[in-house]
Nanobody, 130 residues
Framework: QVQLVESGGGSVQAGGSLRLSCAAS?????????????VGWFRQAPGKERECVAAIRWSSGRTYYADSVKGRFTISRDNAKNMVYLQMNSLKPEDTAVYYCAAALSLVDAPKTPRVYDYWGQGTQVTVSS
C-alpha cells in the first residue's frame, strides 16, 4: 500500500510562487521495482474536470507539462527522500484549484490520463488572487 501526502498549498497573489510537495510512505517511489510509471500533479477547480499539469516518469525522469503551465511550473523529484515537488511560478488566478499528487504503477505512457494512476493524495488547495 502507498500513501501520498501533499503539502505547500496556500493563498498567493497573482505573479507569486508556491512549491508543492508530495511525500510517499509505504511502498515508496524509490522501490524501483514497484514504481516505474508516472508520478503526476493534477488539479481540479470547481465545476471543471481534473487535469494533469505536470508529471515525471519515475524510471527515466522524462517530464510532461500541460501547455497552460509550461515555462511557469517545474516538476522535480528527490529519490533519496521519496519526494516529488511542483514549483509554481508566475501564478495566475486561473491556477486556483485543489492540487493532487498521484502515482502510477504501470508503464502505460499516458501521463494526462487520471485512470492510469493507482494512488492519489488528499489534495492541497492553491488560491491565487488577482
Amino acid at each position: 500500500q502507498v500513501q501520498l501526502v501533499e503539502s505547500g498549498g496556500g493563498s498567493v497573489q497573482a505573479g507569486g510562487s508556491l512549491r508543492l510537495s508530495c511525500a510517499a510512505s509505504g511502498r515508496t517511489f524509490s522501490s524501483s521495482t514497484y514504481f516505474m510509471g508516472w508520478v503526476g500533479w493534477f488539479r481540479q477547480a470547481p465545476g471543471k474536470e481534473r487535469e494533469c499539469v505536470a508529471a515525471i516518469r519515475w524510471s527515466s525522469g522524462r517530464t510532461y507539462y500541460a501547455d497552460s503551465v509550461k515555462g511557469r511550473f517545474t516538476i522535480s523529484r528527490d529519490n533519496a527522500k521519496n519526494m516529488v515537488y511542483l514549483q509554481m511560478n508566475s501564478l495566475k488566478p486561473e491556477d486556483t484549484a485543489v492540487y493532487y499528487c498521484a502515482a502510477a504503477l504501470s508503464l502505460v505512457d499516458a501521463p494526462k490520463t487520471p485512470r492510469v494512476y493507482d494512488y492519489w493524495g488528499q489534495g492541497t488547495q492553491v488560491t491565487v488572487s488577482s
